[in-house]
């Protein structure tokens, strides 16, 4: 083989390493303004894309969801970290618990944020309970969602009396 | 001939423009420009100078070497005994001249910097801008409680007094450059930095972020007005009052749209119910001369395309596009510009 072709076989190896980054390109997209065209299937925009995870983690600071829930960890609202979720862990359930406020004290956001940014938010919260793409986590910061999610065991509720209220429970807020 | 020296005017035009204008570092505005601008004339200068004295000398050295090499004589061994001492001298001169040249450089740099931190003095005006993503959070400290004076994107300061601007961030590292009045601070996160602005006279100029920031870094300017002392006083004694809430009309819409929908969880007007702290200060936003921190001239048709799309001048930033009717735009707008 000629000393030419032997080099040409060489860089083989080393385009389709570039060609292979080039499968990272769709973490960096950024959507500024909403497609309302793709109204059916949001969550998959918003869901594990980089960009908006950290602007859900921007907007968990700046709303003050930590006040209830405090990085993820509960307090006076519900952890978001773990399996357990009374009104739904979906993507579109959680969206409607931003903006309409549920009973017990989620208070409404409609009127104070827009809908893409609580579609933000709902991915970040997504991100501290549900395994997301590495790549896709937000670098920002000491939060808890720089780490991976613990497992998703269900946890014991530590002021069950009996067995029952912990199956009644489980039966409400698992999906 | 003539295609080579053709860019020459433009380019002359290009340097000459740059002496004057609201964002330059040629026109020494303040103590520390006009400092380090004569210190940037001394090095020009004498560089310019030894630059063609090289010049001169390569071009005898390109000639001579001609001849030499006619008459078979070279360069390459030894100098011809009868030149030998001259050349000797020519070099001790030479070294000596280059390091008494570099000598008095660092004299005069060592000398301009003593002189601008001495021309500081005592601060009578101190400011802290906090640089966020991408704008600017300006906030006057004064020792009378009640007169802590908060607003973004424009900073005011006294002809002939030293202000101290102090630095910080809250998220990544941003930097303050005013190029008319002083160089670069940078602003980074977890550390205080300050710089100490001393103007000599009033006018208008632009700051710029200079160090890059994000998506926007290029649309962080921040508006510095030098006023006199007593324009000084009497902008803040105004800016410590805010503009009466709207009783009727179309700013009273628009006061309600602001109140009752997403302006009020982010900005913060003051004496209103509005007191979201994470987005610029609006309560005298008409009185500024840019929107969005130099984004947009401020004109009642760019308030209304800003608040109507964001996202479109200035794509990324933290202001969401909130679906808007027409009428409520109109509203907004005007109760905006009641804001002054």
């Given at each position: 083989m000629s000393s030419l072709s032997r080099a040409r076989l060489a860089l083989l190896p080393l385009a389709l390493l570039q060609l292979s980054l080039l499968a990272s390109c769709g973490r960096e997209t950024r959507d500024y303004r909403s497609n309302m065209l793709h109204a059916q299937n949001r969550a998959a925009d918003f869901r594990g894309n980089a960009y908006h995870i950290a602007q859900g983690q921007r907007l968990f600071g700046w709303m003050n969801c930590s006040g209830c829930h405090s990085h993820g960890g509960g307090g006076m609202g519900p952890p978001l970290r773990d399996a357990k979720w009374r009104y739904g862990s979906s993507m579109d359930n959680i969206v409607q618990t931003i903006l309409n406020g549920r009973p017990n004290g989620m208070p409404a956001f409609r009127a104070r944020i827009t809908e893409d940014q609580a579609w933000e938010l709902a991915a970040y919260v997504t991100s501290l309970s549900i395994r997301t793409r590495k790549d896709a986590l937000s670098a920002r910061g000491e939060e808890p969602a720089n780490v991976e999610p613990p497992t998703l065991d269900e946890r014991k509720n530590p002021r069950a009396v009996s067995g029952k209220q912990d199956a009644a429970e489980k039966k409400v807020g698992t999906q | 001939m003539m295609r080579a020296s053709a860019p020459l005017p433009s380019l002359l035009a290009l340097f000459l423009g740059a002496c004057h204008g609201v964002q330059t570092s040629a026109s020494g505005d303040g103590t520390e420009s006009l400092r380090i601008g004569n210190l940037f004339g001394l090095f020009l200068g004498t560089t310019g100078v030894v630059y063609l004295i090289v010049l001169v000398l390569l071009a005898i050295a390109i000639k001579r070497g001609t001849r030499h090499r006619a008459c078979g004589s070279?360069?390459?061994?030894?100098?011809p005994s009868h030149l030998e001492n001259r050349w000797r001298l020519g070099l001790i001169v030479f070294t000596g001249a280059t390091a008494l040249i570099l000598l008095l450089l660092s004299l005069a740099t060592f000398l301009t910097d003593r002189s601008i931190a001495r021309a500081a003095g005592a601060p009578t005006v101190e400011v802290e801008v906090i640089g966020h993503q991408w704008w600017w959070e300006v906030r006057y400290r004064d020792p009378v409680a009640g007169r802590t004076l908060h607003t973004a994107n424009e900073l005011h300061i006294p002809a002939g007094l030293t202000t101290q601007v102090k630095l910080s961030t809250s998220d990544v590292i941003h930097s303050l450059w005013i190029p008319n009045l002083a160089g670069k601070q940078d602003l980074i996160p977890g550390r205080k930095t300050d710089v100490m602005l001393h103007p000599l006279h009033t006018g208008l100029y632009r700051s710029q972020c200079?160090?890059?920031?994000?998506?926007?870094h290029a649309r962080m300017a921040l508006d510095v007005t030098v006023d006199s002392p007593a324009d000084f006083a009497r902008w803040y004694d105004t800016s410590l009052k805010s503009p009466p809430i709207p009783t009727g009309g179309l700013a009273y819409a628009g006061f309600q749209i602001f109140q009752n929908r997403q302006c009020a969880s982010c900005h913060n007007v003051a004496?209103?119910?509005?007191?979201?702290?994470?987005?610029?200060?609006?309560?005298?936003?008409?009185?500024?001369?840019?929107?969005a921190a130099g984004t947009l001239a401020m004109s009642h048709a760019n308030l209304r395309s800003w608040i109507a799309?964001?996202?479109?001048?200035?794509?990324?930033?933290?202001?969401p596009k909130v679906t808007l009717s027409p009428a409520e735009l109109d509203a907004l707008t005007a109760y905006l510009e009641t804001l002054k």
């Amino acid at each position: 083989m000629s000393s030419l072709s032997r080099a040409r076989l060489a860089l083989l190896p080393l385009a389709l390493l570039q060609l292979s980054l080039l499968a990272s390109c769709g973490r960096e997209t950024r959507d500024y303004r909403s497609n309302m065209l793709h109204a059916q299937n949001r969550a998959a925009d918003f869901r594990g894309n980089a960009y908006h995870i950290a602007q859900g983690q921007r907007l968990f600071g700046w709303m003050n969801c930590s006040g209830c829930h405090s990085h993820g960890g509960g307090g006076m609202g519900p952890p978001l970290r773990d399996a357990k979720w009374r009104y739904g862990s979906s993507m579109d359930n959680i969206v409607q618990t931003i903006l309409n406020g549920r009973p017990n004290g989620m208070p409404a956001f409609r009127a104070r944020i827009t809908e893409d940014q609580a579609w933000e938010l709902a991915a970040y919260v997504t991100s501290l309970s549900i395994r997301t793409r590495k790549d896709a986590l937000s670098a920002r910061g000491e939060e808890p969602a720089n780490v991976e999610p613990p497992t998703l065991d269900e946890r014991k509720n530590p002021r069950a009396v009996s067995g029952k209220q912990d199956a009644a429970e489980k039966k409400v807020g698992t999906q | 001939m003539m295609r080579a020296s053709a860019p020459l005017p433009s380019l002359l035009a290009l340097f000459l423009g740059a002496c004057h204008g609201v964002q330059t570092s040629a026109s020494g505005d303040g103590t520390e420009s006009l400092r380090i601008g004569n210190l940037f004339g001394l090095f020009l200068g004498t560089t310019g100078v030894v630059y063609l004295i090289v010049l001169v000398l390569l071009a005898i050295a390109i000639k001579r070497g001609t001849r030499h090499r006619a008459c078979g004589s070279g360069l390459q061994g030894e100098p011809p005994s009868h030149l030998e001492n001259r050349w000797r001298l020519g070099l001790i001169v030479f070294t000596g001249a280059t390091a008494l040249i570099l000598l008095l450089l660092s004299l005069a740099t060592f000398l301009t910097d003593r002189s601008i931190a001495r021309a500081a003095g005592a601060p009578t005006v101190e400011v802290e801008v906090i640089g966020h993503q991408w704008w600017w959070e300006v906030r006057y400290r004064d020792p009378v409680a009640g007169r802590t004076l908060h607003t973004a994107n424009e900073l005011h300061i006294p002809a002939g007094l030293t202000t101290q601007v102090k630095l910080s961030t809250s998220d990544v590292i941003h930097s303050l450059w005013i190029p008319n009045l002083a160089g670069k601070q940078d602003l980074i996160p977890g550390r205080k930095t300050d710089v100490m602005l001393h103007p000599l006279h009033t006018g208008l100029y632009r700051s710029q972020c200079a160090e890059f920031c994000g998506m926007q870094h290029a649309r962080m300017a921040l508006d510095v007005t030098v006023d006199s002392p007593a324009d000084f006083a009497r902008w803040y004694d105004t800016s410590l009052k805010s503009p009466p809430i709207p009783t009727g009309g179309l700013a009273y819409a628009g006061f309600q749209i602001f109140q009752n929908r997403q302006c009020a969880s982010c900005h913060n007007v003051a004496d209103t119910p509005a007191s979201g702290m994470v987005a610029p200060d609006l309560s005298h936003i008409a009185s500024r001369r840019t929107i969005a921190a130099g984004t947009l001239a401020m004109s009642h048709a760019n308030l209304r395309s800003w608040i109507a799309d964001p996202q479109t001048p200035k794509p990324g930033n933290q202001m969401p596009k909130v679906t808007l009717s027409p009428a409520e735009l109109d509203a907004l707008t005007a109760y905006l510009e009641t804001l002054k």
